[in-house]
């Protein structure tokens, strides 16, 4: 089965440094992106992780921990236009389909 | 990165009709493409796999008979959603894998059946 939790909402303030968790149970695993996704348009690459560890690029970083089924995204020195949907999604082996969580609404405030 | 286009951005029809949506890789050949399924506030969700020169293979729940998939070259794919009805209505998204293994995402097609 596929089980993708990630938070519903979060708020943060504009310039700080927010953490948006992802926890994954599948029956495969092949990798795991982070997309942003702002209403009404299409998800937009951010990251890629396939081993352990932390991948930074610019303000944008994220870590994954395969044995803990585990992964976050870390948004550094938050602007307005950050305001968005995060979305966390495991790909599948094989077929490199995606399943995506329900994503995480982030909300920057002044 | 690669850029992947869908065509069109929006349309409205009326209940019963059949809609095609058109999802291409513009700079990169793509044996295989994704389609997504999205209701509003909520996550994206797996249609099927196309599958370049041979049946798509479609996740569970999802007819085969109702959205057809037709994935000709290796720059197009195609999802005719037939017969429309009201509960069809979503945003349709198609994506394709680069050789980066990234999966890029068109702009998506809103469907919206009367």
């Known amino acids: 089965g596929q089980n993708i939790d990630q938070p519903t909402e979060m708020t943060a303030t504009e310039g700080a440094i927010v953490q948006i968790n992802c926890t994954y149970q599948t029956s495969g695993f092949n990798g795991l992106f982070w997309y942003q996704q702002h209403a009404g348009e299409a998800p937009t690459f951010l990251s890629y992780?396939?081993?352990?560890g932390l991948e930074e690029k610019g303000r944008f970083s994220s870590f994954l921990s395969r044995s803990k089924g585990y992964s976050y995204l870390l948004l550094k020195e938050l602007q307005m236009k950050d305001s968005a949907s995060y979305l966390c999604?495991?790909?599948?082996?094989?077929?490199?389909?995606?399943?995506f969580g329900k994503g995480t609404s982030l909300l920057v405030t002044p | 990165g690669a850029v992947v286009s869908q065509h069109p951005s929006r349309v409205i029809c009326k209940s019963g009709t059949s809609v095609k949506i058109e999802c291409r890789s513009l700079?990169?050949?793509?044996?295989?493409m994704f389609w997504y399924r999205q209701f509003p506030k909520q996550s994206l969700m797996l249609m099927a796999t196309?599958?370049?020169?041979?049946?798509?293979?479609?996740e569970q729940g999802v007819e085969k008979d109702k959205f057809l998939i037709n994935h000709a070259s290796l720059t197009l794919s195609t999802l005719t959603v037939t017969s429309a009805h009201p509960e069809d209505s979503s945003f349709y998204i198609c994506?394709?894998?680069?050789?980066?293994?990234?999966?890029?995402f068109g702009p998506g097609t809103r469907l919206t059946v009367l």
């Open positions: 196309s599958n370049e020169g041979s049946k798509a293979t479609y």
């Open positions: 700079d990169f050949q793509a044996t295989t």
């Open positions: 992780n396939v081993l352990d």
């Open positions: 999604a495991v790909e599948r082996p094989g077929g490199y389909a995606l399943n």
């Open positions: 994506s394709a894998r680069g050789q980066d293994n990234t999966q890029y």
